[in-house]
Structure formats: C-alpha cells, structure tokens
C-alpha cells in the first residue's frame, strides 16, 4: 500500500463534494477516477496528491513514498532550455559523474604515489556510475521528449519561448523522467496529437510506479487503467477493470440494486400491512408486534440512482443537399500568404462523415477553417454543391468571453423566438431554472461548448465542420454528442484527437501529413490497421531492396510480418544491450589496468591504456545512441 484514504469527507463552505471515501493506491496501480463535470475529480485527486486539505477522515501515506503530481499549472522554469530543466531530474546520477571526472583528473602518477587509495576509490566510484539505474539518462531525456513531439532543435530552446500547451507538455516530460512512486496526471492527453497520446500510453503500460489519472479519453482510459473509481453523488466507489469493463459493471450494480430495493419494498410493505391490521387484536397482536420487530431490524436498501442528467442535443436539417457536396481542387491554406500543410484535392459527397487528424500545428483547424469560408484560401477552389448549407464549429468558442446571460446571449441570436421557447431550448442544454442567468464569461469549457451547441442546433445546416467539438465535454456529454450526430441525416468534416468518437463516426479519415494527405475508407480502428500494413510494407522493402508488384505483396500475411519485424528489432536491441555490458566490462577492465604499479609508473603504457579509453567510452556513447534509435523503431512498430 502506497497511499490510502480512509473516510475522508470534503465540502466547500457547507456543501458536500463527497463523504466517507476509502480510496487506496498500491504498487503499479493504473487507476482512472472518472464521473461528470463537477462531480469532484479533481479535488479528490489533489487530496491524493497532498496539495489539498479536507475535513475529516485521514490521509496514509507509505515511508518514503515519492508523489508526482501534474495539474494544469506549469512544473518548469522558463529561464531554462528545455535540456537543463529535464537535467534537473537527475541530479544524483550527474554529482556523481562529476566526482568521477575529477577523480580521473587527478591520477597523474605524482598524486597516485602520493594517495595509495586514490585509484580503488575511483575504481568505486565508477562501478557506481555504470550499476546507477539513471546511468543512460541522456537517452531517457530524448526518448521522453521525442515521444512528446519535441524535436532536437527544441531542446536547445529556452522554455520562455514555448506556447502554454508546450509548457504543459515540457511539464510532463519532467514529471515522467522524475518517476515517482505515484504519478498523479490530470487530463494528461490534453494538449496532445494522437501520436503522442500512443506512445504516452505504451510509456504509462510499462511504468514500474502507480498511475493515478483523471481523463475524458475512454480510449486511452481503457488502454491504460486496471481499477476505476467512480465520483457520484458524494459517494466514490471501486470497480476492477478497465473503463469499458467498469461501465458494464456500473449497469449490473444498478439492475441488481434495483431488484434488491424493489423486492425489500414489497417485503416491508406486506409486513407493514400485517402489523396494521393486526396490531389491535388480541389474539393476533403478540404476531404484530414480532413482525413490528422484524421490521426495525430491517437494514433500508436505498433506492439506486443514476446521474442521467444529460444534454437532449438533436441535429436537424432543413433540406437535404445534392449528391456532390463539396469539391477541393488545388487547395492552399495557411495566414499572412505563408502556407500551411500541403495542396488538397478532395470530394465529399452526402453522407460522408470525414475525420481530419494529424500532428498539433500541421494545418487541420486551418484547413477546415478554410473550407467553411472563415478565412481566405491562399490559392484554390471551395466548391460547395447543390443546397448546402453550412454550419461550422469552433473549439475556440467554448473558449469566448461575454458579458451578457446565457439567456440574452442566445435570445440575441434569435430575438423571434418567445422566452419560454428559448428557455426549453437551454434546458436541453442542462441550462435550467438560475442557469440561465449566469454570466456567460463566468461558465466553465463545458457549459460555454453546450450554449454553442444550442446555437448550432438551431440552424438545421446540412453540412456540419466542426473543429475539435468534444473538447471540454465530460464523457457523458460526449455520449449525447455522439448520439446525436450517428442520428443526424446530414454530412460531417469534423477535426478530432479522440479516438473514440472518430470511431464511433468516421467513415472516412483524411490525415494531414507535412507535404502530404492520405484518405482512408474507414474508421478510426480502419486507419490503424492500414497504417500498420503501411509500416511493414515499408519495412519489407527496406529489407529486400526491391520492388513487389501489389498483388505479391498483399500475398504477406501482415499479422507475422510485423510480429518478425518486432523480433528482429528486439534482438538487435537486445545485442546493442550485450555490447553495452561488454565494453562497460571492458572500460572497468582498462581502469583495473591503469591502476597497476607497471602502467602508472610508465608514462608510454599510461598513454596506450588512457588511449584505449578513450576508444571504450566513444564506443559506449555511439552503442548509447543506437539502442535510442532501434528503441524509437520499437516504439512506431508497436504503436
């Protein structure tokens, strides 16, 4: 047991957020605490962490147990480049490099004589750098970063220059490379391209701490968790498994709480009954009153509920378009006549339901920005068909600030329609009673991308581009939005990084590359296979060095292409590892050497041997390296 929380109850002011809660975290723990905006999360994820306090129960932590915590708020120091700050995270291992540099500055042969101990202290200390577990932390600070999409010309950068989004992601890495004990991540994949939320996935299934995560994505939460606790009504309560599996148990436990309840009801209810009718005859009332006593006794099963509150979001259109709905021919996108991405050649046509992904800053926001006419093409043809209306959707203004109340905000759009009617339009948006005079500046990401839903929903458009539209929704939120477009009967061009809702709607994915843009006929699952097959393919080549026609190739059975691929990748890695122990043993050996009476006293072999050194720690560095480089093949076959 590593943290423990035993009945810890929390309010602000004299409401309750949650009381009673037993929450444990053991060794290597992958742990998800979901539930609906406003439900606690983050507040019982800051008392796990130690940074917030609470009002009764107690928090147990384990001697010397070490807690990362990573919020929204920066864990850098911006005067530093990206290099120095990951340094930091290894201090123990660099002090002692430093002492080992100087150790071997001074055997000169007048200092050797002089101090008999001077070179088996060296000798030490040098077998504590090589057996130091962050012995290689160079290559760990670049596979973090390079798995976090920073390149080596970042490195170098100081972290002043960096968005708000790369600083969290700086924050991250550093977080990560200080491995404690307990990683506590809220909403770690925020910020994150799809590449970078992969590998972050295989880092987080491989890591030897515990994980404590709070995050929307049911993708990544399914890859990642093997225990969910779920914050409900003030209560938290455990389930064993991974998201989906917690959401199929989270169905039982209701039906047969249900049941129970139901059945204890008509229970009490009969003896309720006899203890009425009985109780004032004699010669029945000794009955009455034991069953009066049965009845006391009895511990109430509470009537289950379920936090079913959620949006009615339903996507209308006014009239169906024609068959061509889009064209793009020989588009240029990009600000201030400075290109971004590619040149893009499309159709779409009605009923497509196309999911535009790609690296963050390749171009996807531009590019569907474009499309729907809210900025100009640097060059190209928007062609909408036939009847298209267009209706268009912006991450951004869920972001947006306003004095008014969401009740005049909306009206002001639709100034014919009656109060009432605007009001129940709202309420479909959870916006009811009060709410609806709150001040629109003053609501929270998710509130703001519901009141521009409401908006959207009202125009009856039969082409929505939407651009990130599940950002701030909480997952249930999402489950109506998904609802609500698999229903919708128009054409969808939608940019998105979670993959759960392009595969719950894409039929098609168009990725953005730098200099190019594939379309594949599927879904998100689709996309993945293909590109799997790409990779192998490309690996196939790359080993027989020529060209197969496309019928010989599709002859492979993919599957154990790639898995002969991961097994020559592994041994080759696992060899380069060999080397490695080798030449350490061999730089251990040199240094056994230099250390004889023989060599030290005789400048010409204290030459060949700090020669040979030389040649032994070059080596190592160039091993180094490439165990980084087979390792991030590793990473993209696998991914």
Not at 478 to 492: F, H, R, W
Not at 508 to 531: A, H, M, Q
Not at 568 to 596: Q, Y
């Amino acid at each position: 047991m590593l943290i423990q929380l035993n009945n810890i109850s929390k309010y602000f002011v004299v409401n309750e957020v949650f009381s009673n809660v037993k929450f444990e975290i053991n060794e290597k723990d992958k742990v998800a605490i979901v539930g609906r905006n406003g439900a606690g999360k983050t507040t019982l994820l800051k008392i796990i962490a130690g940074v917030d306090s609470f009002d009764s129960g107690e928090r147990i932590i384990s001697k010397n147990v070490s807690i990362g915590y990573l919020s929204q708020q920066f864990i850098v120091k911006e005067n530093k480049t990206i290099y120095e700050e990951m340094l930091s995270c290894f201090t123990e291992i660099i002090e002692l490099e430093k002492k080992l540099e100087y150790l071997a500055e001074q055997l000169t042969p007048e200092n050797l004589e002089k101090d008999t101990t001077l070179l088996k202290r060296y000798d030490n200390l040098q077998n504590e750098v090589l057996t130091h577990k962050d012995y290689h932390y160079k290559s760990k600070i670049y596979s973090v970063l390079f798995g976090l999409d920073f390149t080596k010309e970042d490195v170098d950068k100081s972290i002043v220059n960096f968005s708000g989004g790369e600083k969290t992601r700086i924050s991250m890495a550093k977080l990560l490379l200080s491995e404690p004990d307990v990683l506590i991540l809220d909403e770690p994949t925020n910020h994150l391209d799809m590449q970078n939320v992969a590998w972050l996935e295989n880092y987080l299934n491989s890591y030897q701490g515990a994980v404590v995560i709070v995050s929307h994505d049911r993708y990544f939460l399914d890859k990642i968790v093997n225990i969910v606790y779920n914050v409900e009504f003030s209560r938290v309560k455990k389930y064993v498994g991974n998201y989906t599996s917690f959401l199929k148990q989270y169905e039982e436990d209701y039906e047969k709480q249900l049941k129970e309840y139901v059945a204890q009801q008509k229970d009490i209810k009969k003896l309720e009954e006899f203890v009425q009718k009985n109780i004032a005859r004699a010669s029945t009332s000794g009955m009455a009153k034991s069953r009066q006593k049965i009845l006391d006794k009895i511990e109430r099963i509470d009537n289950p509920r379920k936090d079913e509150k959620t949006a009615n979001i339903e996507f209308n259109i006014k009239e169906q378009s024609g068959r061509d709905v889009l064209r793009i021919a020989n588009l240029e996108v990009g600000y201030n006549n400075e290109k971004i991405g590619t040149n893009y050649n499309f159709d779409v046509y009605k009923g497509d339901r196309i999911a535009i992904i790609g690296k963050n800053g390749i171009g996807k926001s531009t590019l569907i920005k474009t499309i729907a006419k809210k900025q100009k093409a640097l060059c190209g043809e928007i062609n909408y068909g036939s009847k298209v209306s267009v209706g268009y959707y912006d991450q951004k203004q869920a972001e947006f600030e306003s004095v008014k109340t969401v009740l005049n905000e909306f009206w002001d759009e639709y100034p014919t329609m009656k109060e009432s009617e605007v009001r129940n339009i709202l309420g479909r948006f959870l916006f009811s009673g009060e709410d609806v005079l709150k001040i629109v500046r003053d609501l929270s990401g998710g509130e703001k991308a519901r009141l521009q839903l409401a908006k959207l929903m009202l125009e009856k458009n039969n082409l929505l581009i939407l651009d990130e539209p599940t950002n701030h929704l909480d997952i249930a939120s999402k489950q109506v939005l998904e609802s609500a477009l698999e229903n919708y009967e128009g054409t969808l061009l939608f940019v998105s990084h979670d993959r759960y809702f392009i595969n719950k709607l894409a039929n098609k994915v168009l990725e953005v590359e730098e200099n190019k843009f594939n379309i594949y006929l599927g879904n998100f699952d689709y996309y993945l296979e293909k590109k799997e097959q790409e990779l192998v393919l490309q690996q196939l080549n790359k080993e027989n060095n020529n060209v197969k026609t496309e019928k010989e190739i599709n002859s492979y059975n993919l599957n154990k292409e790639e898995k002969k691929l991961i097994r020559k990748l592994e041994r080759t890695r696992d060899n380069i590892l060999e080397e490695l122990e080798k030449i350490e043993l061999e730089i251990v050996n040199i240094n056994n050497e230099l250390i004889k009476e023989e060599v030290y006293t005789n400048a010409e072999k204290t030459f060949e041997w700090n020669d040979k050194l030389q040649k032994a720690n070059e080596m190592l560095e160039k091993l180094n390296n490439d165990w980084l480089e087979i390792e991030e093949q590793l990473e993209q076959v696998t991914n």
